[in-house]
Nanobody
């Protein structure tokens, strides 16, 4: 069973930057798409960013495009989310996810991802 473990969350002020990491317990295939989602209480899990298996294509939600970047290092079985110019609205629990079933297709639907991390809290103060 693949386990994903996020790290790097914390409390920062508006305008600051954070880098989240997500390490896989097993080798992540170059055919697996991976993504970051976030969730606040009472709301659905929201797609933030996704990357294809080789890291050559990335996708972002409109709310973070231009501020966040996603990357992966398959040699280290790790993906990253670089978050810049953070806003209070970015406060959420951030989850990484992997889709091993759709052969490199990045989607923004949480139901399409079959492996999830436990989440890491990001809090941005004003």
């Amino acid at each position: 069973q693949v386990q994903l473990v996020e790290s790097g969350g914390g409390l920062v002020q508006a305008g600051a930057s954070l880098r989240l990491s997500c390490a896989s317990s097993e080798r992540t295939s170059t055919t697996w798409s991976m993504a970051w989602f976030r969730q606040v209480p009472g709301k659905e899990r929201e797609f933030i960013a996704g990357v294809n298996g080789r890291g050559t294509s990335t996708y972002f939600a409109d709310s973070v495009r231009g501020r966040f970047s996603i990357s992966r290092d398959n040699a280290k079985n790790t993906i990253y989310l670089e978050m810049n110019s953070l806003k209070p609205d970015d406060t959420a629990v951030y989850y990484c996810a992997a889709d091993s079933t759709r052969y490199n297709l990045v989607t923004n639907r949480a139901l399409n991802y079959n492996y999830w991390g436990q989440g890491t809290q990001v809090t941005v103060s004003s």
